[in-house]
C-alpha cells in the first residue's frame, strides 16, 4: 500500500551536514505518521523523529534534539531528515517508516510502524 524509498546518506565528516530524503508512494494520503529510525553498526535500531502530519507534530529522540530536523513537502510526497553537526555516533543505516493509523504515543518502538524503506547508509568520520 506504501512504498518507502531513503536516499541522500554518504560518507560525511564529524560537523558536516546531511539531508535525508523519503520518497513515498502508494497510498500517501493514508499515512499518518512519518518516522526515522537508525540502527548503528552493532546496535538495535533506535528512533530518531517523527513527524504526524495531521497537526505537524514534531518529535525526536534524545540523542538527535537540537541537531536533527524533520520536514515534509506534501507536493512531492517527500519527508526529510535535515541532520547538523554530525557526530561519529551518528554512523548507522537510517530508515524511514510511516504509520497509517493514528493514536501513536510509544513513538519508539519498531514494529508500530507499517512500512519501513530500504534504508540508506550514513557514515560519519573524524
Known amino acids: 500500500q506504501v512504498q518507502l524509498v531513503e536516499s541522500g546518506g554518504g560518507l560525511v565528516q564529524a560537523g558536516d551536514s546531511l539531508r535525508l530524503s523519503c520518497a513515498a508512494s502508494?497510498?500517501?494520503?493514508?499515512?499518518?505518521?512519518m518516522g526515522w529510525f537508525r540502527q548503528p553498526p552493532g546496535k538495535v535500531r533506535e528512533f530518531v523523529g517523527l513527524?504526524?502530519?495531521?497537526?505537524?507534530?514534531?518529535y525526536y529522540g534524545d540523542s538527535v534534539k537540537g541537531r536533527f530536523t524533520i520536514s515534509r513537502d506534501n507536493a512531492k510526497n517527500m519527508v526529510y531528515l535535515q541532520m547538523n553537526s554530525l557526530k561519529p555516533e551518528d554512523t548507522a543505516v537510517y530508515y524511514c517508516?510511516?504509520?497509517?493509523?493514528?493514536?501513536?504515543?510509544?513513538?519508539?518502538?519498531?514494529?508500530?510502524?507499517?512500512?519501513w524503506g530500504q534504508g540508506t547508509q550514513v557514515t560519519v568520520s573524524s
Open positions: 517508516a510511516s504509520r497509517v493509523r493514528p493514536g501513536l504515543t510509544a513513538w519508539h518502538i519498531p514494529r508500530l510502524y507499517d512500512y
Open positions: 502508494g497510498r500517501t494520503d493514508n499515512i499518518y505518521y
Open positions: 513527524i504526524r502530519l495531521s497537526d505537524t507534530f514534531l
